[in-house]
């Protein structure tokens, strides 16, 4: 025999799926991203912001971090950033040596105009010539 579900029961079921969503997406930030990302590590991330959004004069935001410990490695790199495949932005800092730092720049945000379609922004940090991490967002506007 079929169970029969009442109208209530189906509310109640999304219910339950929507907060067990919710409350795993609160939790996902305490979550480290990947498995090697912990103590010691330095990574590289980018972000779009939003990601999916419909055609306005409110800009994008690209926001690229670098996560975990200051590294030498990654300290005061020459940052490149390309959009569809095209370069649109290098940016180069004069920085003290790594020991005589008053601090550590971590992040670095571009704005951007809403055009139409699928696109993808790719941000590469540079540190002597030789490629030390790279990281890729995309967005879609409706």
């Not at 025999?1 to 079921?13: F, K």
């Not at 926001?63 to 180069?92: H, N, Q, W």
């Amino acid at each position: 025999m079929a169970r029969v579900v009442s109208r209530l029961g189906r509310i109640m079921i999304c219910v339950g799926a929507f907060m067990g969503g919710y409350i795993l997406g609160m939790l996902a930030p305490a979550l480290p991203a990947k498995e090697d990302e912990g103590e010691g590590r330095t990574w590289f991330e980018l972000r779009a912001s939003p990601r999916i959004s419909v055609a306005s004069d409110k800009p994008l935001y690209l926001m690229a971090y670098i996560r975990g410990d200051e590294s030498e490695e990654f300290y005061c790199p020459k940052i490149e950033l390309e959009i569809d495949g095209e370069r649109v932005s290098t940016r180069e800092s004069d920085c003290p040596s790594f020991d005589n730092r008053d601090e550590f720049p971590r992040y670095w945000v571009w704005y951007w105009k809403r055009v139409q379609g699928d696109h993808t922004a790719r941000v590469t940090l540079l540190r002597a010539g030789r490629v030390i991490a790279r990281a890729e967002a995309n967005w879609s506007v409706q």
